[in-house]
């Protein structure tokens, strides 16, 4: 099984992105995030056309979402209320009948790594730690792969400079502290540092600020692939699709790709 996850950033604007990485990889499940489409208004038959005719989608207007792409049949789960916000950050879906399949879109936190003074980062750090009590309640007891856009870069080489970035939203300690947490709750591995050594700068998005992203190469890696204990002598390649950010009207975001037996 070939997986892709990508922050596509407005499904409707980058359909024709999307249908040019399908040419070019050919995954049997695509996960997606900020879709930023409400349900109703959904591409559905333009997706079901690239091949997918399996579709789970959780949107919403103008703002986040998720979706799932499979050429495999799956059984849906009931979408999960994550902050009592209703806000379509997360899909689960059940391929083959036993492996559980989780896409999430983690909140960015904003620009200030206070709390007390930043709304968007208290429902980030609220976020984080209900994910965690998740998992310590409901460790996966099958199989299972957990992707996202999970708006954080936890190792040293995960961002362009550890040390400037500490106080830099998306790699402060408590945001590292929380998703290692999560991360040990679900007894999770990091399915690409499984190919990459940790020693190696490894990046998934670059900002739209930066004038040069390939000159500055001013990265952070804020998406992610992990699969349970059980999977991991199954990984056969895991690859980052940094030539993605050159595409015409990118997305911030590059694709992640997980070949998987």
Same mark, same amino acid.
């Given at each position: 099984?070939?997986?892709?996850?990508?922050?596509?950033?407005?499904?409707?604007?980058?359909?024709?992105?999307?249908?040019?990485?399908?040419?070019?990889?050919?995954?049997?499940?695509?996960?997606?995030?900020?879709?930023?489409?409400?349900?109703?208004?959904?591409?559905?038959?333009?997706?079901k056309g690239m091949g997918y005719p399996h579709v789970l989608r959780h949107g919403m207007k103008g703002y986040n979402g998720i979706a799932i792409l499979s050429r495999l049949p799956f059984l849906a789960n009931d979408p999960q209320n994550w902050c009592d916000k209703s806000d379509s950050r997360h899909g689960c879906v059940v391929l083959?009948?036993?492996?559980?399949?989780?896409?999430?879109?983690?909140?960015?936190?904003?620009?200030?790594?206070?709390?007390?003074?930043?709304?968007?980062?208290?429902?980030?750090?609220?976020?984080?730690?209900?994910?965690?009590?998740?998992?310590?309640?409901?460790?996966?007891?099958?199989?299972?792969?957990?992707?996202?856009?999970?708006?954080?870069?936890?190792?040293?080489?995960?961002?362009?400079?550890?040390?400037?970035?500490?106080?830099?939203?998306?790699?402060?300690?408590?945001?590292?502290?929380?998703?290692?947490?999560?991360?040990?709750?679900?007894?999770?591995?990091?399915?690409?540092?499984?190919?990459?050594?940790?020693?190696?700068?490894?990046? @998934?998005?670059?900002?739209?600020?930066?004038?040069?992203?390939?000159?500055?190469?001013?990265?952070?890696?804020?998406?992610?692939?992990?699969?349970?204990?059980?999977?991991?002598?199954?990984?056969?390649?895991?690859?980052?699709?940094?030539?993605?950010? @050159?595409?015409?009207?990118?997305?911030?975001?590059?694709?992640?790709?997980?070949?998987?037996?």
């Open positions: 099984m070939r997986l892709v996850t990508w922050n596509i950033n407005s499904l409707r604007l980058r359909l024709d992105l999307l249908r040019r990485l399908i040419q070019e990889e050919q995954p049997d499940v695509i996960c997606l995030q900020e879709i930023k489409v409400q349900d109703s208004e959904f591409p559905e038959e333009e997706v083959g009948g036993d492996l559980d399949l989780q896409n999430f879109y983690i909140p960015a936190g904003g620009d200030i790594p206070d709390p007390a003074k930043n709304v968007k980062f208290a429902h980030k750090l609220q976020f984080l730690d209900e994910v965690h009590a998740h998992f310590r309640k409901a460790r996966p007891g099958k199989k299972g792969i957990m992707v996202g856009d999970l708006n954080i870069a936890p190792l040293e080489h995960d961002v362009w400079s550890h040390k400037q970035l500490l106080d830099v939203v998306s790699h402060t300690p408590i945001e590292v502290e929380k998703l290692t947490a999560i991360k040990a709750a679900g007894l999770w591995v990091d399915a690409v540092r499984h190919f990459v050594p940790e020693s190696e700068k490894l990046f @998934s998005w670059w900002s739209y600020r930066s004038p040069d992203w390939t000159r500055n190469d001013r990265g952070r890696r804020l998406d992610h692939i992990w699969v349970t204990p059980d999977l991991q002598k199954d990984l056969k390649a895991a690859r980052i699709r940094r030539d993605m950010r @050159s595409w015409k009207q990118p997305s911030d975001h590059v694709a992640v790709v997980l070949d998987i037996a």
